[in-house]
Every structure is written in structure tokens, then in C-alpha cells.
């Protein structure tokens, strides 16, 4: 098993350029999600996903977008790119909702983004 | 909504001796909570998780603590080892409904051979 697989680990963009995180899991997980993670911020919650066809916002979710499918893929996608988007992103998916215990996020390597 | 807090940004702990981590979260309309370690680089993983039903949950060196009048978790890691060094992270269910996980500002964590 792959597990959680990004791409691309790192991409540069210009202001108002747009762009897709990709993100797939092997695992059969229905819940899948996107981070960042931002110096002394911790990891906020931008999108998620509990089954195909289901999306909801998180805590940090302007400037994105997201759709879910298919049970293994959960791209992100930047509009128009700004430099507050500068971070590391993650996706992560779990068996069961977060909250559970089947709700263990595995988590993928990441992607760095940088926005000039 | 909830929220999580780890007040202490970083900590240093000599090889051998306890590392305590501490985490504060405020909703507790859900009752399960979770440690994660990150290491440069790479994501972060699971390392231990906690039900409400328990105030203490034991793997090998890791035990976590649960003090939900409190609303308090602690990470204790005994013995520390330098591998141990890494962004260790809680986190908890957010605060109106499933699928949200929140997790606080992280601690450093640096052991000294």
C-alpha cells in the first residue's frame, strides 16, 4: 500500500496563478481532508470530505476549492494563488470520522507551496 | 467551536529523563483525543489516542493522560531518546460535529544525548 500520496511536493506560483494539489489513497478511507500548516499555527483544517460526493468547509477554506469524486481522490485547488497560500499542505484520510475510534488520520508527505 | 492550545512552543529534555507535553482544549462534546509526532520533512503520524471513558492510556513509552474536569491532556514519554525529537502535536474533535479534528500550535521537542 502506497497509503496517502501528494503531488507535486513542491511548486512555485505567481499571484493569480491557479493550481491542484492532488491527493489519492490506496486504504479505502471514506474521510479525507486538507491541511496547512503555518509557522506557530499548528495544522487548521481547510476542507473535507466524508464519503464521495460529500464536501464540507473547515476552519481556513476561502480561496480553495475542492470536489471528492471518487472514494481515493480529493484535489485541491487554488483559484487565484496569494502569498497568505504560502504553506505546507497536507491531505489525510481516516477509516471513520476524526472523533472515532477507527478515526486515526494517516497523513501524506505534504506539499510546499510557494506564492510571489 | 473547539480550540487547542499547547502553550509550550518547545521543550529540551536530557537522553533518559521524562519529556511532559501539555495540551488544554476547551469543547468537550466529543471524548476522544490524539497525539501526533512530526518529524522534518514528512507528514505526521499517530502516535497515541485517548477515550474519555479511560484518564489514562499506556504504549511502551508513551502514556497519555486525560483530566477532563480540567479539560487537560498531557503526553509523557519516559524514557526520552533523541529519536523522540520531532513536533509533537494534540488534537481533539471539533466542536459541533464530527469530521472536524483540531489540532494546537505544537511543541518542539529536542532531546539531548
Known amino acids: 500500500n502506497a497509503g496517502v500520496t501528494q503531488t507535486p511536493k513542491f511548486q512555485v506560483l505567481k499571484t493569480g496563478q491557479s493550481m491542484t494539489l492532488q491527493c489519492a489513497q490506496d486504504m479505502n478511507h471514506e474521510y479525507m481532508s486538507w491541511y496547512r500548516q503555518d509557522p506557530g499555527m499548528g495544522l487548521r483544517l481547510i476542507h473535507y470530505s466524508v464519503g464521495a460526493g460529500i464536501?464540507?468547509?473547515?476552519?481556513?477554506?476561502?480561496?480553495?476549492?475542492?470536489?471528492?469524486?471518487?472514494t481515493e481522490d480529493f484535489p485541491l485547488r487554488l483559484l487565484s494563488a496569494a502569498p497568505s497560500q504560502t504553506s505546507v499542505y497536507f491531505c489525510a484520510s481516516s477509516y471513520d470520522t476524526p472523533g472515532t475510534g477507527n478515526g486515526e488520520l494517516f497523513f501524506g508527505e505534504g506539499s510546499r507551496l510557494t506564492v510571489l | 467551536d473547539q480550540q487547542v492550545k499547547q502553550n509550550s512552543p518547545s521543550l529540551s529534555v536530557q537522553?533518559?529523563?521524562?519529556s511532559i507535553l501539555n495540551c488544554d482544549y476547551t469543547n468537550s462534546m466529543f471524548d476522544y483525543f490524539l497525539w501526533y509526532k512530526k518529524y522534518p520533512a514528512e507528514g505526521p503520524t499517530f502516535l497515541i489516542s485517548i477515550?474519555?471513558?479511560?484518564?489514562?492510556?499506556?504504549?511502551?513509552?508513551?502514556?497519555?493522560?486525560?483530566?477532563?474536569?480540567?479539560?487537560?491532556?498531557?503526553?509523557?514519554?519516559?524514557?526520552?531518546?533523541p529519536g523522540d525529537s520531532a513536533v509533537y502535536f494534540c488534537a481533539a474533535p471539533g466542536g459541533t460535529s464530527y469530521g472536524k479534528l483540531t489540532f494546537g500550535q505544537g511543541t518542539i521537542l529536542t532531546v539531548h544525548p
Open chain 2, 51 to 81: 477515550s474519555s471513558i479511560k484518564d489514562k492510556n499506556e504504549d511502551g513509552r508513551f502514556t497519555v493522560f486525560l483530566n477532563k474536569s480540567a479539560k487537560h491532556l498531557s503526553l509523557h514519554i519516559v524514557p526520552s531518546q
Open chain 2, 15 to 18: 537522553e533518559g529523563r521524562i
Open chain 1, 55 to 70: 464536501t464540507d468547509q473547515g476552519e481556513v477554506p476561502n480561496g480553495y476549492n475542492v470536489s471528492r469524486s471518487t
